[in-house]
């Protein structure tokens, strides 16, 4: 079994910074791949940000120069540092990862559970 667990979402406000985290636990060999995905009420989910294994990143558009995405390899554990939020930031954050199981052949994608992440005065 593979979990991702996400922590740090809240209530910010506007112009205000938040950390989240995603640990990537049990049976793995390797983690590929990571990123956050975003879905606010009413629209479909999107990329917020990507990172290879060695640490090679990409922004959505509206994130750039705002959101850092970095990781842990011995931690399993990737994050996401946003910067200057805004009202349209609000969302559900969802960590992704391309995990390789022990034992087993290939590479399968997992999601998180997602963190609620609220930007208003």
């Known amino acids: 079994q593979v979990q991702l667990v996400e922590s740090g979402g809240g209530l910010v406000q506007p112009g205000g910074s938040l950390r989240l985290s995603c640990v990537v636990s049990?049976?793995?060999?390797?983690?590929?791949?990571m990123g956050w995905y975003r879905q606010a009420p009413g629209k479909q989910r999107e990329l917020v940000a990507s990172?290879?294994?060695?640490?090679?990143?990409n922004y959505a558009d509206s994130v750039k120069g705002r959101f850092t995405i970095s990781r842990d390899n011995a931690k399993n554990t990737v994050y996401l540092q946003m910067n200057s939020l805004k009202p349209e930031d609000t969302a559900v954050y969802y960590c992704?990862?391309?995990?390789?199981?022990?034992?087993?052949?290939?590479?399968?994608?997992?999601w998180g559970q997602g963190t609620q992440v609220t930007v208003s005065s």
């Open positions: 049990g049976s793995i060999s390797s983690i590929n791949a």
């Open positions: 990172i290879s294994r060695g640490g090679s990143a």
């Open positions: 992704n990862a391309d995990v390789a199981r022990t034992f087993y052949i290939g590479v399968r994608n997992y």
